[in-house]
């Protein structure tokens, strides 16, 4: 249907029909992000934002959080492989800043789910409210990296302690991220073995601490621009 002008990469809305059982054919909206469309990066290997995204919806798929729209590979799209994510219908009446400011605590999760993943890239823009109220989260191309590089917005709870039910829920996912286990074979499929073993050490490392995570010294803790 078209581009997303503000996008930093090619990321097209477009629209996806299919067949679904008992309900007949369906449409709806969707982002594309061919790889093709995506703009180098000095510290991520080339071709591989799509992956990162897919690996992330992964993730979110196994906490059970819902933080990531539904999100696929696509081999075939029409300019060629690339990621594909359901179109979410947000509220347009949410001051984001403010939604910031406040500390919500629907953000925690996201926060927590991004030093899981290694967001570089969680910014303001990057959150989405939906009219049912549930916090999304989107633009996970920029994850996974082998180095530690979170660079988010959602620092409030940083040296806090996290709750005990969002410590279950990090607990549940690690025998799924274990070597072996069913989330690891998926991942698999995106990311290489080295980025894998970091995703676990970096959730072995939150459930020891069972503390929100610190910026890292060496690197900016904040994307730019925020929003
Ligand atoms: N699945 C989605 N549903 C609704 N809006 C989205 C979705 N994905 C992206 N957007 C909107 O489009 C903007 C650009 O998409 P983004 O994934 O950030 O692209 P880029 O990688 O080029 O920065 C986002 O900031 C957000 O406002
Ligand atoms: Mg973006």
Redesign the pocket.
């Known amino acids: 249907m078209g581009r997303?002008v503000?996008?930093?990469?090619?990321?097209l809305l477009v629209t996806v029909t299919g067949e679904v059982p008992g309900r007949g054919a369906i449409t709806a909206?969707?982002?594309y992000?061919p790889i093709r469309g995506e703009r180098p990066l000095w510290d991520f290997p080339e071709a591989t934002?799509a992956h990162r995204e897919v690996a992330a919806h992964a993730v979110s798929e196994v906490t059970g959080w819902q933080i990531v729209?539904p999100t696929v590979f696509r081999a075939d799209g029409p300019l060629g492989p690339g990621m594909l994510?359901?179109?979410?219908?947000?509220r347009d009446d949410v001051d984001i800043l403010a939604l910031l400011q406040s500390g919500d605590p629907r953000l925690r999760r996201i926060a927590l789910f991004d030093a899981v993943v290694n967001n570089a890239?969680r910014?303001g823009?990057?959150l989405?409210v939906r009219a049912d109220g549930l916090i999304?989260g989107?633009?996970h191309?920029v994850t996974f990296n082998v180095d530690p590089k979170l660079r988010t917005v959602l620092w409030g709870w940083r040296g806090t302690l996290i709750a005990p039910r969002e410590l279950q829920v990090l607990a549940a996912l690690r025998p799924k991220l274990a070597v072996g286990g069913p989330l690891s074979a998926s991942l698999a499929e995106h990311l290489d073995a080295a980025e894998i073993d970091q995703a676990r050490a970096r959730l072995d490392e939150l459930l020891a601490s069972r503390k929100f995570p610190h910026p890292h010294p060496d690197w900016p803790a904040v994307p730019w621009p925020w929003y």
């Open positions: 997303l503000q996008a930093s990469n090619t990321t909206g969707a982002v992000k934002l729209p994510q359901l179109w979410v219908a947000t890239d910014k823009g990057h989405l999304q989107v633009d191309g």
